[in-house]
């Protein structure tokens, strides 16, 4: 009976022991630092950069290219006619807000009661 005693204390010790090895092992190492970077790798960095940015741009016809001026402006009438209707729809929610008309009575009934 001794010995399993002795047996079990020996593997608690052991898992501690193991537990306390695992735990003060860091856990993050920062990678080695790069030599810097000489002007002409930065050059071609920018350069590949800017190349990749302007492919876009380098295309015969865009996609979404409008096909007159017409087209053109329909599209900002239809655009800012949904602004409008979306800033109306706010100001109405702003202006019939319960909660707000609630606290003007509370207040006006606070300030009749002084």
Known sequence: MASSR???QFLVVVACFALLQWSAAPSFLA?????????LEAALRVASLVTAGSL???TER???AYDSVVSMLQSWLIGGSLMLIIFAAVLVAAT???LTKRRAEILSQVENER
Do not use: Q
């Open 6 to 8: 002795a047996g079990a």
């Open 62 to 64: 865009p996609a979404a």
């Open 31 to 39: 990678p080695k630092p790069k030599a810097a970077a000489t002007d």
């Open 56 to 58: 876009p741009l380098a």
């Open 96 to 98: 019939a807000n319960p």
